[in-house]
DNA sequence: CTGAAAGCGCTTACAG
DNA sequence: CTGAAAGCGCTTACAG
């Protein structure tokens, strides 16, 4: 056996060496102090332009990739983005944080998703599991959650925005459009259609789907017909098949029925091939209207007449927004109005 | 005012405290060391009982929740969980990410979501910047990667479950089904329903779309109609406009086509849906087949025939698979074969 | 079964 | 503009 390398014959270090190439590794490298190291690849300022070229090239060459979990527990922030939706079985949600992640994984940010299925004390449960992760930034849905969560989120010091809605609350950051407008707009437009016995069918029962509802209700109070307001609404999931039924339900219980305005695009789907199936001619025994714009609305036959909302713009403005807050950059307009669009199309 | 407090004359401490509730505030509280409550709130077994329920109350009473980045400094592992999938935007990865989520996240892992859009140079992006976090595992759709995202996962050392797929390969591990042998099985569906020019058409062209191309073209051959075989591939991305289109083509290209099996639901949905636009006839004219059981297809026009696939116990059991693997505990089964199931409804 | 010491790989807060 | 020291909050590796 060859003798061992000298050094092996040292009285044997307590090392836990993870093989990493480390901040100290690109600092001996470049010849400069592991701090300069530190500055110059953040980008912080007060760096020599000539230093700082050395220790990009000496970091390229042994491959050094920073330690989140080293940056995290000495900076007490981590490279983490906290995004809370109520469920990922609505497409809504998935295009809103596909948006929100194309935004913010280029800029380095990880996205941790917490679905909190419209349940307070899932919520509250998520919300602490992450703050635990000392989150750069915040991404929630909407102002529906407990007292609870709300004073975990202000008492974190997390900067956060809230999306889907437009705030008004001094202090507050939010990217939306007004559901309660939207609502109305539809509305009106199958009023305008000259339909008098609309409906508004919805499931789920979220914040926004009630909004929907008022707005519903303000534009038929305000064609002089609030007595005709005529809500169905059901607590359980959304889905086509329940779409299909609560059409079916709606046009036995008020045969006057000649307009429906359902509160998301998968219960209209559902109602416009239940109709089809049942032989109920969409529009002209009732008109059928959806929200969301939701992928295959324009392929129903009829095609479905909606309102599309700009998920995907909500994900990437909520997204800068947060990034400004978390650099602790100002942001000149903190609560931003998106509006929506109704879509016209064959049935309503 | 008021003399300050003592304290506050001694000499000024270099400290970055950051307010939170420590180890070592629990390890004072219960009367312990610190190392004592790291082996006690971890459930590492060496700890008196005793000890063990004091230290419980203590962190209980100051609310201690451990510092993830701490721990994954101090272990050289987090708690991530990377989940790398191509798309957002296909509901059947959405569900295999749901049921991921929903099996780690109580047992105190977070999902890290990587969407590599069917991009090798993506997939190693991602990649990378997830193996920086150091994370305790991995889950990966199928096999189609390149040689050096594969070998930056085999130079991990991090635990690896591949899902969607079976695979063969010694030391892999994996949670899925065969793609070839469901292709072939709802071919063989159509052929046993007298169809005898069936075409398969299929998008986006990822590896277990092609799979299931072979399967299809494996039942034609073994009917002996091996020079009936006819695809239509398009490299698009999947969607239901798409899948009217390529029915419209299919039908004026090979007029003969008595049957189509589409290589996703959405596709399908989207030519069930073209047929009633266009007056054909379904099945009677021609026959169509989809594949996953999405979302809708039940309630198509008529209900669309098509593949179960069981995306949700894949993805359970990946998690399920994962953790043990996680934990250093021996896997029995380390290639799963879940299966699929033809469901035989009106389309086909 | 329990503990004192060292270390994980960074950044903060001071100095100069 | 640059650096030496300390510390972030845990766990590992040794001892006993």
Do not use: W
């Not at 050094?64 to 609505?90: E, F, G, M, W």
């Not at 169905?232 to 008020?254: D, I, Y």
């Amino acid at each position: 056996m060859p003798p061992r390398h000298p050094d092996s014959a040292a009285p044997a270090r307590r090392t836990r060496a993870t093989g990493r190439v480390t901040l100290a590794d690109v600092a001996r490298e470049a010849g400069v102090s592991p701090i300069t190291v530190s500055r110059a690849l953040r980008g912080e300022r007060a760096v020599a332009k000539e230093l700082c070229e050395r220790v990009q090239a000496a970091a390229t060459a042994l491959g050094y990739v920073p330690d989140p979990a080293a940056r995290a527990l000495a900076s007490a922030r981590s490279s983490h983005v906290a995004v809370l939706i109520p469920k990922l079985s609505n497409t809504l949600f998935v295009e809103l944080l596909d948006a929100v992640q194309t935004s913010l994984v280029p800029a380095g940010y990880q996205t941790l998703i917490g679905v909190t299925h419209y349940d307070a004390g899932e919520e509250e449960a998520v919300l602490r599991s992450f703050l635990a992760h000392r989150p750069a930034g915040l991404i929630v849905t909407g102002r529906d959650r407990s007292p609870a969560a709300t004073a975990m989120i202000e008492g974190s010091g997390v900067p956060c925005v809230h999306v889907m809605e437009v705030l008004a609350e001094p202090g507050s950051h939010s990217v939306g459009f007004s559901q309660r407008d939207a609502g109305r707009a539809i509305t009106q437009h199958l009023l305008d259609g000259g339909r008098r016995h609309i409906a508004y069918v919805a499931a789920q029962l979220d914040p926004r789907t009630l909004e929907r509802g008022e707005g519903y209700a303000d534009a038929l109070a305000q064609a002089g017909l609030g007595e005709r307001v005529h809500k169905l609404l059901s607590p359980e999931p959304s889905s086509m098949a329940l779409g299909g039924e609560m059409l079916a339900r709606v046009l036995r219980e008020a045969p006057d029925t000649d307009a429906i305005f359902f509160c998301n695009d998968d219960l209209a789907q559902g109602a416009l091939l239940a109709a089809l199936r049942l032989g109920v001619d969409v529009p002209r025994r009732v008109a059928i209207a959806g929200f969301n714009d939701l992928p295959g609305s324009d392929q129903m036959l009829p095609p479905l007449t909606t309102v599309a909302t700009p998920r995907r713009e909500i994900g990437e403005q909520a997204a800068q927004m947060l990034m400004k807050l978390m650099r602790g950059e100002a942001v000149e307009q903190p609560n931003v109005d998106l509006g929506f669009q109704v879509v016209k199309r064959a049935s309503a």
